[in-house]
């Protein structure tokens, strides 16, 4: 059902309060915009069809590939009778579930269902390996874990003999929660009522295993009354993306992995709010922009990656036309009229002057139109997290029509602990401390943080062990706030290098610019008591072979393509590129490009796709060493 809102609401303001030591800024600290909540996440459902049971809050897509609505009232059916099923199955309060599948509808109704047995639910990435899946299972204690299809069946079983509390698998793909909720129907429906009684804010609600890229995933204990914080607020400050501000009601298509707590604060949020949500199991290319076609969603939530691609896509189809140069000029004029809009918003420019407002006008249908059709045609906000966009890349959407809010925050903060203030931007930024929040930056440059969302520690044999002393939580990120209490993150504290010749360096500035280049898969800037700085490149699959067919070298073997000079010339303008962020003695002077890519299952990425260094720099010691051979 659509909500019509007239007028639209304004977006709530929270100015934060600054503190200052020597003439800068130390400090932000913002109120909360609303009290603290009771009860728990399980909750959510059986509100909603209380106060709206006709609303949708959820599409579903059907077998003929058609989104088919749920109301409020069939989705709490859902949850309770599911929620039977577990308790018939044995599930008592306070007993692990994993949840190991990709992002599709049965996972948020089975992560709410356990909720309401009393449940603690604990992703596992699908594309996790079999060491990392038996850790999380044993170290969580689960009793049982529904997977996705086969082979995720094959592979628990395979490391069952490592878990022996594991009682139960059940598959998806072979109708388990059906059986589930057909052996629930004896349950008398006040047992439910009666768990989720008993649930309070302080109840574990999950535990999140992070990515793991210096040791073992370390589980991240997150009550429901860290979600509450988090979600609570970011609903009533982000009034355009998670309200309708016009007719249009507002929805969202989630991609991210549930199993990441961005994709899963996405999930609860919305269904606090009730925004339509759909879920899209696939990112590859063809099927993401399928769904995004087919869902229309008035606003996304993506990680770096996703508008990356859009934008190369939207090139590399304009280069296939012979317009290469008619999209450049037009991303041109996108970025400096996406700056200067933002510039206005942000009270320190008069906006965009009259020409950019002709050339906007004369590629907005050319050019701009189809960047937000790939996105589904309708989309006007996007929330971006998980590394930084880039400012032009954000420019460019601010001038395209979608306006990209930034965020940052760590598995360890219940996702946000900052994100851009609706309508005040201030691009380079990962925006303002979310609302109920505070900032600190210690003496040595780490973020600090404390709010509701801070979680209270790690999940250890069974217990929760304190993560930190104190109030602050330290992020292990590197930062600065301005005078208007904007943080931006200048690099990770473990993974500063510092050259031979005494120089620190953060490496995530010139690897995330690096990255946004189409030809570019990953990237690892190296350097540590080394003469100079250098990296590691490799091609991005998609960019290479869009290369490769414009240039007639699509039978070139990939072990030569890496060396040949047109190609390692394009690279060479994406580092000087990059260099142009930094000093000559923090830029990248040489570099190499491998013919395979880092892979999770090689062990090069954790599963929330970040580097892990020291494995990439012992299989590529060889490489490495080459940069600096000549030195």
Known sequence: MSRVVSPPPQPTSVEPELTYENGRVVQAAAAPLVPEASGSLADIP??????????????????????????????????????????????????????????????????????????????????????????????????????????????????????????????????????LVTAGRAVDD?????????????????????????????????????????????????????????????????????????????????LRARVRLGHAPSIATEDLLADLAGFRPTFLVAIPYVLEKVYNTGRATAEAMGRAASFDRAAAVARAYGEALLARRDGTGPGPSLALRAGHALYDPLVYRRIRAALGGKVRYAICGGSPLGRRLAAFYAGAGVEVFEGYGLTETTAAATVTPPLRPRLGTVGRPMPG?????????????????VFGGYWEGGRVRPAFDGEWFPSGDLGALDDGGYLTITGRKKELIITAGGKNVAPAPLEDRLRAHPLVGQCMVVGDNRPYVAALLTLEPDGLAHWRRMRGKTEVPLARLVTDPELLAELQHAVDDANSLVSRAESI???????????????????????????????????????????
């Open 46 to 179: 059986f509100d909603n069809a209380r106060e709206a049971p006709d609303e949708t809050v959820l599409s579903r897509k059907d077998t003929a590939g058609q989104w088919r609505p749920v109301t409020a009232a069939a989705f709490r059916d859902e949850v309770l009778a599911l929620a039977k099923g577990l308790v018939t199955a044995g599930i008592q309060p306070g007993d692990r579930l994993a949840i190991m599948s990709r992002t599709r509808y049965e996972w948020t109704l089975l992560d709410f269902a356990a909720w309401a047995a009393g449940a603690i639910t604990v992703p596992v990435y699908p594309t996790s390996s079999a060491a990392q899946t038996a850790w999380i299972l044993a170290d969580s204690g689960a009793v049982a874990c529904v997977v996705e299809g086969v082979e995720h069946t094959r592979l628990v079983t395979s490391v069952r003999g490592q878990v022996p509390g594991l009682r139960e698998v059940w598959q998806l793909d072979t109708g388990a929660l059906g059986q």
């Open 190 to 270: 006040e047992e439910v009522t009666r768990r989720r009684a008993a649930l309070t804010p302080r109840t574990i609600a999950t535990l999140v295993y992070t990515s793991g890229t210096t040791g073992v995933p370390k589980g991240c204990v997150l009550t429901h009354g860290n979600f509450f914080a988090e979600v609570d607020n970011a609903v009533e400050l982000l009034h355009p993306v998670f309200r309708s501000v016009s007719t249009e009601p507002a929805s969202t298509l989630l991609f991210l992995p549930l199993s990441h707590v961005l994709g899963r604060m996405v999930a609860i949020g919305c």
């Open 437 to 453: 929040t505070a900032v600190r930056i210690a003496e040595d440059g780490e973020v600090l943080l404390r709010g509701g969302q």
């Open 589 to 631: 002077r040489r570099f190499a490009v491998l013919p395979v890519d880092f892979t999770e299952e090689r062990g090069h990425l954790t599963p929330s796709l970040k580097l892990r260094r020291a494995a990439i720099a012992e299989d590529f010691a060889r490489e490495i060493e080459a940069l600096y051979a000549r030195s």
